[in-house]
């Protein structure tokens, strides 16, 4: 499966859609030059508010692009990623690392991994070669994920002390749960991708059913009907809610991306429309 994943991530990205356009990373691997009045469009995180304060009116800072970016894929990969109706959304998010990863060696920026579950399972070298985004692909297939719960706040808290140079953080989840990016979308420039199956969002009644917890491991038996399924589906619209809401307020760019999808689409559209 990993030799499967990698072969068609590598053809988009040197040989399709992704790989025609070669400026999609355009994190904030910049450098400060001058400052200039603001003008409607500009990027309103770019505001230099003490010079704003001081003369009355907006300006924003003005960088030039330094050579090389520090992408980084943070994955989420708790046993709640081994679901799915299509195909497994650990799956999924393995082509999401190989799709971002082979982005970055085609641009000849720094590229690691960074595993993550109940708690930090390791973080790859930074490197510029297709095997440092292959080694990525091949531990996430070995991870075992059944049994271990997703800690954000852990996960948010590892990445803001381990992550010391600003970097282009793509975070893999499928964010489920209480979820604080306000720290790192201050050091960093933050891309959330969103990874969920459609019966997650919109699930039909069971009946009388076995169901397995992939994160603790119990099992559970008992009817899922109608009246069960409402709960739980006002709990996830309320989670997304804040979730969408806390981007906009944080200018964390992101997309949603459903197992049944092909997602080198989604992201060319997410990157590309900056």
Do not use: C
């Not at 691997?29 to 995180?45: A, H, K, P, Q, W």
């Not at 999924?92 to 060696?105: I, K, P, R, S, Y």
């Not at 109608?226 to 809401?245: C, F, M, R, T, V």
């Amino acid at each position: 499966m990993p030799k499967k994943i990698l072969l068609k991530a590598r053809k988009q990205v040197f040989g399709e859609m992704l790989g025609n356009n070669a400026s999609l990373f355009q994190g904030e691997g910049f450098e400060f030059t001058e400052l200039r009045e603001y003008v409607y469009g500009d990027d309103v995180r770019k505001i230099d508010w003490k010079t704003t304060a001081k003369l009355g009116k907006p300006f924003i800072k003005i960088y030039n692009e330094e050579r090389e970016l520090n992408v980084v894929t943070a994955v989420m990969l708790g046993g709640s990623s081994y679901f799915g109706t299509v195909r497994q959304k650990s799956e999924l998010m393995a082509e999401l690392v190989a799709l971002v990863g082979f982005l970055a060696v085609k641009n000849s920026d720094l590229y690691s991994n960074l595993l993550f579950a109940d708690r930090f399972y390791g973080m790859s070298k930074p490197n510029k070669k297709h095997f440092g985004v292959q080694d990525a692909v091949s531990k996430m297939q070995n991870f075992n994920m059944l049994g271990k719960h997703s800690d954000y706040e852990v996960f948010t808290d590892t990445l803001y002390k381990r992550l010391k140079r600003k970097s282009l953080l793509f975070i893999i989840s499928d964010f489920v749960g209480e979820v604080d990016l306000a720290l790192l979308s201050k050091k960093h420039d933050v891309v959330a991708l969103i990874v969920r199956d459609r019966f997650e969002e919109n699930p039909q009644a069971l009946g009388q059913i076995r169901l397995m917890d992939m994160e603790n491991e119990r099992s559970f038996e008992g009817r899922v009907g109608s009246s069960e399924l409402q709960g739980y589906k006002q709990a996830l619209e309320a989670n997304d809610a804040k979730l969408y809401a806390d981007f906009k307020r944080l200018a964390v760019r992101y997309t949603k991306i459903y197992t049944d999808e092909e997602p080198y689409l989604k992201l060319a559209k997410l990157l590309g429309g900056r």
